[in-house]
């Protein structure tokens, strides 16, 4: 299978600790999504990335975020000095623009992130 | 700006009835309209997009929506619910030119036997 992946499926810290994931898109996609989905919620836009660029930032993105696609390929998404109100589904997409698909996003299955 | 409006955050429908999840939307620019589905524990997968192409568009596992402008609408049906069906729906807009999606709040379908 080809599509989104995304490491750790599961991810539970303590109140402070700083925390990182991974996503890693299907291949040829050059645009890299991440978006946050917290319980009873639709998915809110966080960041994303044309190749190795970050283009674009949510007001979400708060100073404790990171994100990075070093290669123009996987992305990590770090949150330091974790707060409970951080506890949610981190969602990464990807897609192909300038290719067939309307810059189609495809998801990947997400990390959820408890924090105690 | 753009938003999505989802009536309903839990509907309920008996196996072979009818399936209708109710979205409307708010864009200052012609949207484009998705449609994503959820199971537990799972990402979100594509249901159907609309695109400014045909208004009618159909998608996978016998789902379909209407692009209705003058209502602002683009509701999902399904003729004939099954259990696998069971699962959290999400209606999603992202703007012509925009890069990144806006979502409802969500429907959870329960089929009942």
């Known amino acids: 299978d080809t599509g989104v992946s995304q490491d750790p499926r599961h991810k539970i810290t303590k109140r402070g600790q700083n925390v990182t994931f991974r996503c890693d898109p299907i291949?040829?996609?050059?645009?890299l999504y991440w978006y946050r989905q917290t319980l009873g919620q639709g998915p809110e836009f966080l960041t994303y990335f044309q190749n190795e660029a970050q283009l674009e930032k949510s007001r979400l993105l708060s100073d404790r975020f990171s994100a990075e696609r070093p290669k123009g390929s996987f992305s990590t998404l770090e949150i330091q000095r974790t707060e409970q109100g951080d506890s949610a589904m981190y969602l990464c997409?990807?897609?192909?623009?300038?290719?067939?698909?309307?810059?189609?996003?495809?998801f990947g299955p997400g990390t959820r992130l408890t924090v105690l | 700006a753009q938003s999505v409006t989802q009536l309903g955050s839990h509907v309920s429908v008996s196996e072979g009835a009818l399936v209708l999840l109710r979205c409307n939307y708010s864009?200052?620019?012609?949207?484009?309209l998705f449609w994503y589905v959820q199971y537990p524990n799972q990402g979100l997968q594509l249901l159907l997009k609309y695109t400014s192409a045909a208004t009618l568009v159909k998608g996978i596992n016998g789902f379909e929506a209407e692009f209705k402008k003058s209502e602002t609408s683009f509701h999902l049906t399904k003729p004939s619910a099954h259990m696998s069906d069971a699962a959290e729906y999400f209606c999603a807009v992202r703007a012509s030119g925009a890069n990144n999606l806006f979502f409802g709040t969500g429907t959870r379908l329960t089929v009942i036997p």
């Open positions: 291949s040829e996609h050059n645009r």
């Open positions: 997409a990807s897609s192909l623009v300038g290719g067939v698909g309307d810059n189609e996003q495809f």
């Open positions: 864009s200052s620019v012609p949207p484009y």
